[in-house]
């Protein structure tokens, strides 16, 4: 079955910390992974995909595929990042959709 | 360039009444999609169209219709709305061949079903 989860619904951390978002999934293949960020009361945007290895707004994700584990990382968080996560898959096929894990709410504390 | 656009971006029905929303994008995407997002569930895909003429259900159809008559519209219909039915709604689109790209959002619509 093709599934994500993201164990934790709310996180808080203290400005200046380290924040870790953590995504599971499971997929019969090798899936695209990746994580959307949507601010309050804005739309979903793609906040970084694993297969550029890029980093976006000092996140950084990998794919540990022995793991099926994707996680969002941060060396050091901002107020600004407070927003929704989500992790998400998709299969590499022209017709695969979008599956998405249930969020994680990220409040960074001053 | 508006992308994915949404209307409307608010609604309150009372139980039963029927509704559409529209989703239009200028981008020439082939592939459509409409998701809810509720607390602590995530997004579920609720309809989907890969092309002019063409509709699928997704997770969560029942209760939903869709039609996909022009390849820039996306439209979802609520025929009897229900409280359950109360969400926000997310459209979204794509290209073919670029599932590693991810979707295109739009800004939802927040719907209140009393």
């Known amino acids: 079955a093709q599934r994500v989860t993201q164990p934790e619904k709310l996180l808080s951390v203290f400005k200046g910390a380290p924040v870790e978002l953590k995504c599971n999934y499971s997929?019969?293949?090798?899936?695209?992974l990746f994580w959307y960020v949507q601010y309050s009361r804005q739309r979903l945007q793609l906040l970084l995909r694993?297969?550029s290895r890029e980093s976006i707004k000092g996140f950084t994700a990998d794919l540990n595929k022995g793991e099926t584990s994707f996680h969002l990382k941060k060396p050091f968080a901002q107020e600004e990042d407070s927003a929704m996560y989500y992790c998400?898959?998709?299969?590499?096929?022209?017709?695969?959709?979008?599956?998405f894990g249930p969020g994680t709410s990220l409040s960074v504390i001053p | 360039n508006a992308g994915v656009t949404q209307t409307p971006k608010f609604r309150v029905l009372k139980t039963g009444q029927s509704m559409t929303l529209l989703c239009a994008q200028d981008?020439?995407?082939?592939?459509m999609y409409w998701y809810r997002q509720d607390p602590g569930m995530g997004l579920r895909l609720i309809h989907y169209?890969?092309?002019?003429?063409?509709?699928a259900k997704g997770e969560v159809p029942d209760g939903y219709n869709v039609s996909r008559l022009k390849k820039q519209n996306f439209l979802l219909g609520l025929e009897s709305a229900a409280p359950s039915q109360t969400s926000v709604y997310f459209c979204?689109?794509?290209?073919?061949?670029?599932?590693?790209?991810?979707?295109?959002f739009g800004s939802g619509t927040r719907l209140t079903v009393v």
């Open positions: 979204a689109s794509r290209r073919p061949g670029t599932s590693n790209y991810g979707y295109t």
């Open positions: 997929y019969s293949g090798s899936p695209e």
């Open positions: 694993h297969i």
């Open positions: 998400a898959l998709s299969g590499k096929t022209s017709y695969d959709k979008v599956i």
């Open positions: 981008m020439n995407h082939e592939y």
């Open positions: 169209s890969v092309g002019e003429g063409t509709t």
